[in-house]
């Protein structure tokens, strides 16, 4: 299951993100991962969520980061939950690469029985069709 949480900046995508990344850590029955572009999230996220910064491993494009994500599934089958945020920051903001990335991810996500959360700085109006199925 993927879902995609889209605003612009300062309408408390991360405020959602962190609830739900809350949420799963104390529901899931799995390791929860999130990727952040630089740390910001240090301290507001439990010890429990391994917290991975995309800046890093210099993560610059949707390819790099399904590699990432197929490397730290490869090393970790637990995985039940992964949380990016910014994905625009992350891969750079083009809407025809992030939507393609986001449909990547719904197959990876129901392949390998994985929940999928990211968010996105775009006004929810910009969203294609098939973006929109995720919101």
């Known amino acids: 299951m993927i879902h995609v949480i889209m605003g612009q900046k300062g309408t408390g995508k991360t ?49 790099m980061l399904k590699g990432f994500l197929s490397g730290l599934h490869a090393g970790n089958f637990d995985i039940t939950h992964v949380f990016i945020d910014n994905l625009y920051k992350t891969i750079g903001k083009d809407q025809v690469a992030a939507e393609d990335f986001v449909t990547w991810c719904a197959k990876f996500a129901a392949d390998n029985s994985m929940e999928i959360t990211i968010t996105i700085s775009e006004d929810p109006a910009n969203a294609s069709e098939a973006m929109k199925q995720y919101l």
Request: net charge negative; charged share 30%.
């Open 15 to 63: 405020k959602k993100l962190l609830d739900a990344i809350n949420q799963a850590v104390a529901e899931a029955h799995g390791d929860v991962v999130c990727i952040e572009y630089g740390r910001k999230l240090t301290y507001d996220v439990s010890y429990k969520v391994r917290l991975v910064d995309s800046q890093e491993y210099a993560i610059s494009t949707p390819e």
